[in-house]
């Protein structure tokens, strides 16, 4: 049940960390400047074709080296941040750009910033669009948790395979771990369903 906890807070912490830093990461690859466009790409091209156990690591050893302390859970939480955005990005950026280019020329000739176009505009119709991506990356999320027991960051699977240990029971030990894990994503399966048809009826 302990690890249980911390595999709900890690899910959670990183289901809003990537959703913000996604959209921000989406945002910069259509912004209308060429430096903002490379970073964006950039990211999204580095984190993607890399391993998440990789970027984990970087966190948990690599910062650490530089003089900055950091804990086993949150070095994996900033690593399923920093990857699950780099997914979200994408997706939200296929959701802007299937949003027509006409509402965004309104909005820019009404007097609206860029930013605001994106805030009041753009984004809420392209999230909208992209909701069932969105949602299969959330539900991936909270099972690449899992990856927090390679650094002893005392979640489900650390508590698990140490009890596996012990007992030598495995098949009743993840069975049991299984069980969670749909405890966990299936509730979110079902919202985002829910969530979808309800954005069905208002349009």
Same mark, same amino acid.
């Given at each position: 049940?302990?690890?249980?906890?911390?595999?709900?807070?890690?899910?959670?912490?990183?289901?809003?960390?990537? =959703?913000?830093?996604?959209? =921000?990461? %989406?945002? =910069?690859?259509? %912004?209308?400047?060429?430096?903002?466009?490379?970073?964006?790409?950039?990211?999204?091209?580095?984190?993607?074709?890399?391993?998440?156990?990789? #970027?984990?690591?970087?966190?948990?050893?690599? +910062?650490?080296?530089?003089?900055? %302390?950091?804990?086993?859970?949150?070095?994996?939480?900033?690593?399923? $941040?920093?990857?699950?955005? %780099?997914?979200?990005?994408?997706?939200?950026?296929?959701?802007?750009?299937?949003?027509?280019?006409?509402?965004?020329?309104?909005?820019?000739?009404?007097? =609206?910033?860029?930013?605001?176009?994106?805030?009041?505009?753009?984004?809420?119709?392209?999230?909208?669009?992209?909701?069932?991506?969105?949602?299969?990356?959330?539900?991936?999320?909270?099972?690449?948790?899992?990856?927090?027991? +390679? $650094?002893?960051?005392?979640?489900?699977?650390?508590?698990?395979?140490?009890?596996?240990?012990? #007992?030598?029971?495995?098949?009743?030990?993840?069975?049991? +771990?299984?069980?969670?894990?749909?405890?966990?994503?299936?509730?979110?399966?079902?919202?985002?369903?829910?969530?979808?048809?309800?954005?069905?009826?208002?349009?």
């Amino acid at each position: 049940m302990a690890g249980l906890g911390r595999t709900v807070l890690a899910s959670l912490l990183g289901l809003i960390g990537s =959703l913000v830093l996604g959209t =921000l990461i %989406a945002v =910069l690859r259509i %912004a209308p400047f060429r430096i903002l466009n490379v970073v964006g790409t950039v990211y999204v091209e580095f984190i993607r074709n890399i391993p998440l156990l990789v #970027t984990v690591f970087f966190f948990f050893l690599g +910062v650490p080296a530089l003089g900055i %302390a950091m804990e086993p859970f949150t070095a994996g939480t900033l690593g399923l $941040i920093v990857y699950t955005a %780099a997914f979200v990005a994408e997706s939200i950026r296929a959701g802007i750009q299937a949003v027509p280019s006409g509402q965004s020329e309104a909005a820019r000739s009404s007097g =609206l910033s860029y930013i605001q176009t994106m805030r009041s505009i753009i984004l809420p119709q392209a999230v909208k669009i992209v909701l069932p991506a969105i949602g299969n990356q959330m539900i991936n999320l909270v099972k690449n948790s899992s990856v927090l027991a +390679v $650094i002893a960051g005392l979640d489900l699977m650390y508590y698990a395979d140490i009890i596996n240990l012990k #007992t030598f029971k495995g098949i009743p030990v993840y069975t049991l +771990v299984a069980l969670f894990y749909l405890l966990l994503t299936i509730p979110l399966s079902q919202a985002v369903h829910y969530m979808e048809r309800r954005f069905a009826k208002s349009n």
